[in-house]
């Protein structure tokens, strides 16, 4: 398609001019209707600067995603990959899991810009407003079906940190098990789904949700003291997709090692913080109230294996495989 054509040509040059004439000869259609797709362009948002005599360029300001404007950054080995980009949809997961259903697909990147129905863990709903964040799941296929679902959201917010520390100057931390941090406020939820095959049971489908607030305004209530936004400038959000799926890409074959851990485990901002959590019952044990099981204590150690080493204020040590963590003020 020529829009296709003209963003990548518009991206890979973002701030210097490109003509017309070379558009129009380049693939093979008249000036006009260079005229009409850049018109287009600007309806759907982009900030096209003609200069006269010179041609077309994106300002500096432009932040529209678009599966070329994110290729744009990716290397030659991964810019085949599958990407799909929707202005407003339920949930990303959820199309991603459609997908899976409707039809055999192997590693492919879900975008939108705005999502109606965004999820995080325990059924929350992620805010995710239209321009200002980052919403994408990747699809991974794993033959075999994969051994450590845990370690693959582990892996994934390795690669959104390492991302963000490239990209700017802001500094990440990790809040065991998925989220990540700037200071004491919450940037980026990942949320990782299996899809296991009917006929072998095995968890061979993965998808990796990952929702980022770049510049977030006007955050409901309930947001308002815990989360906020990388608010970085020169920075796009094809450039931080295109980061993430990179690292996400280079962690893909090996992701039920524990290989980053020790990265995972240096950013982490939970050592020797006291926590609020939920202790499982003793095996066979149905009848306790859950209550009973909430405890308080003060992370010890994040694990190599992914597991959380917590003393309670009784004595006891715990290792937690999974639930979620709450810091005690």
């Avoid at 000036?31 to 200069?51: D, P």
Wanted: charged residues 25%.
């Amino acid at each position: 398609m020529l829009k296709d054509d003209i963003i990548r040509e518009l991206e890979e040059n973002r701030g210097v001019p490109v003509s017309g004439q070379y558009l129009a000869d380049k693939y093979n259609v008249s000036r006009n209707a260079v005229w009409k797709t850049i018109n287009n362009l600007k309806k759907a948002g982009y900030q096209v600067v003609s200069a006269t005599n010179s041609g077309y360029f994106l300002a500096e300001e432009t932040d529209v995603i678009s599966a070329q404007g994110i290729k744009t950054f990716l290397s030659d080995e991964n810019k085949n990959i599958r990407i799909e980009v929707h202005e407003k949809i339920d949930s990303t997961n959820n199309e991603a899991k459609r997908l899976i259903i409707s039809e055999t697909v192997d590693k492919m990147l879900i975008v939108a810009n705005e999502q109606t129905g965004g999820r995080g863990r325990l059924g929350r709903k992620f805010y995710s407003p239209a321009d200002s964040g980052i919403y994408m799941s990747l699809i991974y296929h794993v033959p075999g079906g994969v051994k450590n679902p845990m370690l693959i959201t582990m892996a994934a917010a390795v690669a959104v940190s390492r991302t963000i520390e490239k990209l700017t100057d802001v500094h990440t931390g990790i809040k065991w098990v998925n989220d990540i941090f700037v200071g004491e406020r919450k940037v980026c939820g990942i949320l990782t789904e299996a899809v296991s095959d009917l006929e072998t049971g095995r968890l061979e489908n993965v998808v990796v949700g990952i929702g980022i607030n770049v510049k977030a305004e006007n955050f409901p209530e309930e947001l308002r003291n815990i989360a906020d936004t990388l608010n970085v400038e020169k920075v796009t959000r094809n450039q931080i997709i295109a980061g993430v799926l990179t690292e996400l890409l280079k962690l893909y074959d090996s992701f039920d090692s524990n290989d980053f851990m020790p990265e995972y485990i240096e950013h982490n901002i939970v050592v020797g913080r006291r926590v609020r959590y939920e202790r499982p019952n003793p095996a066979g044990d149905t009848d306790s109230d859950n209550k009973d099981n909430i405890v308080i204590g003060t992370v010890e150690e994040v694990c190599m294996d992914g597991s959380l080493r917590v003393k309670s204020d009784d004595g006891i040590e715990s290792c937690i495989f999974t639930g979620e963590i709450i810091f005690e003020r």
